[in-house]
């Protein structure tokens, strides 16, 4: 055993409350060196975290890969299916048009002469 495989045991079993009383007098020799302390507190702060994770309630790995694969899915049709909706508005649009009757304006052909008094804009 390596040199770095017996302190990382030493430290885990110190962590995990596993350390005779031997390997604890070993360890303590070893946390004179400061490489020995920072993995010491990286490895602490790993086993807090792992002591805040709760176990899965109500997984479900089909279900899981079911909401994956679907929502892969409807990103991949997604264009699709926004031009198909422009194109149903734009196809609605003509349909209303065909039925609303046009109304045109008698606009009789020629000019249209305004008379105003003198002096304003006459000549």
């Given at each position: 055993?390596?040199?770095?495989?017996?302190?990382?045991?030493?430290?885990?079993?110190?962590?995990?409350?596993?350390?005779?009383?031997?390997?604890?007098?070993?360890?303590?020799?070893?946390?004179?060196?400061?490489?020995?302390?920072?993995?010491?507190?990286?490895?602490?702060?790993?086993?807090?975290?792992?002591?805040?994770?709760?176990?899965?309630?109500?997984?479900?790995?089909?279900?899981?890969?079911?909401?994956?694969?679907?929502?892969?899915?409807?990103?991949?049709?997604?264009?699709?299916?926004?031009?198909?909706?422009?194109?149903?508005?734009?196809?609605?649009?003509?349909f209303i048009?065909?039925?609303?009757?046009?109304r045109k304006?008698?606009?009789p052909n020629?000019?249209?002469?305004?008379?105003?008094?003198?002096?304003?804009?006459?000549?």
């Amino acid at each position: 055993m390596t040199d770095n495989e017996k302190k990382w045991e030493l430290i885990t079993s110190k962590v995990n409350n596993e350390l005779s009383e031997s390997e604890a007098e070993e360890l303590e020799s070893l946390m004179v060196n400061e490489d020995c302390k920072t993995l010491f507190h990286e490895i602490h702060s790993i086993k807090c975290d792992l002591d805040n994770v709760q176990k899965l309630k109500n997984f479900s790995q089909n279900r899981s890969w079911g909401k994956v694969n679907s929502h892969i899915h409807k990103k991949y049709y997604r264009p699709g299916i926004n031009i198909l909706k422009y194109a149903a508005i734009i196809l609605f649009a003509f349909f209303i048009g065909k039925f609303i009757p046009d109304r045109k304006i008698n606009i009789p052909n020629g000019t249209t002469e305004i008379s105003v008094p003198l002096g304003q804009m006459s000549e």
